[in-house]
């Protein structure tokens, strides 16, 4: 026996439930429930970790001047002072809950939101209030509605998991300008690439616009660098030295500094995973449309197709499970009558819908 207690908050903190893997499969199993690179790591990636396998036994830069300097290039940042890199995005939205809020504070996502913001809330002290979404998409009336004098971050992915639905920039603008000033604004842009360098730089743009709002990013989905765990940010300056007191000296490993300057130095290889996106995307969400499972336009790199009920979205999925394809059941976040299946190779993509026309034909 112990009287060694964690603190009462930590007790009330739900862990985040990843996708996972598909246990006894007898074969190759489709992956399509975690939102990941159909193509794998560029290339130039895989080589640059090679070549930085052979110094692992040397600590990283502890500033990652490198790092921040190959993502201010290529995102038009003109200063790479105010960019922290970190292990992943979840660091990210951990270490900005730690720096501003806490118990008797108020975390502010939507509805459907990305699960990491409610499980750093609650790790906090903090409480997590969800604004309500209007056919799957978050609204600024709405959200507004929601702040309150214990406010201290909103957080909201544009285009948003798991629905991949997004606000407009105008509205993300109007968004800003009407928040009160103690709530730091953190839009977090994991999907922002499949939308387009012009929504990218917009959101940049934001950033510089006032000094309330964080442009969170990620190497895990479009980049194909989800194992070595790599995220950024950009913010303002005050923010920024903030963020850099708490971080470790070295959050970020050699192998992921090296594979995550070569990814994002070669544009070509992002517009060819993008490129693959749209097609693929639009295909499966006609073709899911056609087989009578509603599903919304996404800006993302997933899909939402609804399945009538939470029985016959459980039934899909074991369906699938079958067949080794595995897809991410969403009743969650409060969902549970639609699966979110991502966008694959176009073999994968191919024997998902196969396989669902196969359920809806039977069901």
């Given at each position: 026996?112990?009287?060694i207690?964690p603190l009462?908050?930590?007790?009330?903190?739900?862990?985040?439930?990843?996708?996972?893997?598909?246990?006894?499969?007898?074969?190759?199993v489709?992956?399509?429930?975690?939102n990941e690179?159909p193509f794998?790591p560029?290339?130039?990636?895989?080589?640059?970790m090679r070549?930085?396998?052979?110094?692992?036994?040397?600590?990283?830069?502890?500033?990652?001047g490198?790092l921040?300097?190959?993502?201010?290039r290529?995102?038009?940042?003109?200063?790479?002072?105010?960019?922290?890199?970190?292990?992943?995005?979840?660091?990210?939205?951990?270490?900005?809950?730690?720096?501003?809020?806490?118990?008797?504070?108020?975390?502010?996502?939507?509805?459907?939101?990305?699960?990491?913001y409610?499980?750093s809330?609650?790790?906090?002290?903090?409480?997590?209030i969800?604004?309500?979404?209007?056919?799957?998409?978050?609204?600024a009336?709405?959200?507004?509605?929601?702040?309150?004098?214990?406010?201290?971050?909103?957080f909201?992915?544009?285009?948003?998991?798991?629905?991949?639905?997004?606000?407009?920039?105008?509205?993300?603008?109007?968004?800003?300008?009407a928040?009160p000033?103690?709530?730091l604004?953190v839009?977090?842009?994991a999907?922002g690439?499949y939308?387009?360098p012009?929504?990218?730089a917009?959101?940049?743009?934001?950033?510089?616009?006032?000094?309330?709002t964080?442009?969170?990013?990620?190497?895990?989905?479009?980049?194909?660098l989800?194992?070595v765990?790599?995220?950024?940010a950009?913010?303002?300056?005050?923010?920024?030295?903030?963020?850099q007191?708490?971080?470790?000296?070295?959050?970020?490993?050699?192998?992921?500094?090296a594979?995550g300057?070569a990814?994002?130095?070669?544009?070509?290889f992002i517009?060819?995973?993008?490129?693959?996106n749209?097609?693929?995307?639009?295909?499966?969400?006609?073709a899911?449309?056609?087989?009578?499972?509603?599903?919304?336009?996404?800006?993302?790199?997933f899909?939402?197709?609804?399945?009538g009920?939470?029985e016959?979205?459980?039934?899909?999925?074991?369906?699938?499970?079958?067949?080794?394809?595995?897809v991410r059941?969403v009743?969650?976040y409060?969902?549970p009558?639609r699966?979110?299946?991502s966008?694959?190779?176009?073999?994968?993509n191919?024997?998902?819908?196969?396989a669902?026309?196969?359920?809806?034909a039977?069901?």
């Amino acid at each position: 026996m112990t009287d060694i207690r964690p603190l009462p908050h930590i007790m009330k903190t739900k862990p985040y439930v990843p996708g996972g893997k598909l246990a006894g499969a007898k074969g190759p199993v489709v992956m399509l429930a975690s939102n990941e690179n159909p193509f794998g790591p560029n290339p130039l990636a895989i080589e640059a970790m090679r070549e930085a396998a052979a110094s692992v036994h040397v600590y990283p830069d502890p500033t990652y001047g490198a790092l921040r300097g190959a993502i201010a290039r290529a995102m038009g940042i003109t200063d790479a002072n105010r960019i922290v890199v970190s292990s992943g995005s979840d660091e990210i939205i951990h270490l900005l809950t730690q720096c501003y809020a806490g118990p008797g504070d108020e975390i502010l996502q939507t509805e459907h939101a990305f699960s990491m913001y409610a499980v750093s809330a609650t790790a906090h002290g903090a409480a997590c209030i969800s604004a309500p979404e209007t056919d799957l998409t978050a609204g600024a009336n709405a959200i507004l509605a929601c702040i309150s004098e214990r406010t201290r971050i909103l957080f909201l992915a544009n285009p948003n998991n798991p629905t991949g639905t997004m606000m407009s920039v105008d509205a993300l603008t109007a968004l800003q300008d009407a928040l009160p000033p103690h709530v730091l604004f953190v839009i977090d842009g994991a999907y922002g690439e499949y939308v387009g360098p012009h929504y990218e730089a917009a959101i940049r743009d934001l950033v510089d616009r006032r000094a309330n709002t964080v442009m969170m990013r990620t190497f895990s989905k479009i980049h194909g660098l989800a194992a070595v765990r790599l995220g950024w940010a950009y913010l303002p300056q005050e923010i920024a030295e903030t963020f850099q007191r708490i971080r470790g000296p070295f959050n970020v490993n050699s192998l992921a500094v090296a594979a995550g300057i070569a990814s994002i130095s070669d544009p070509a290889f992002i517009q060819m995973s993008r490129e693959h996106n749209t097609l693929w995307r639009a295909k499966m969400t006609d073709a899911l449309n056609a087989m009578g499972l509603a599903t919304p336009g996404s800006e993302a790199n997933f899909v939402l197709p609804d399945f009538g009920s939470a029985e016959r979205a459980a039934a899909a999925n074991d369906f699938l499970k079958a067949r080794d394809i595995l897809v991410r059941a969403v009743g969650g976040y409060g969902l549970p009558t639609r699966l979110r299946i991502s966008v694959g190779s176009a073999e994968d993509n191919e024997a998902v819908l196969a396989a669902l026309r196969d359920f809806t034909a039977s069901r």
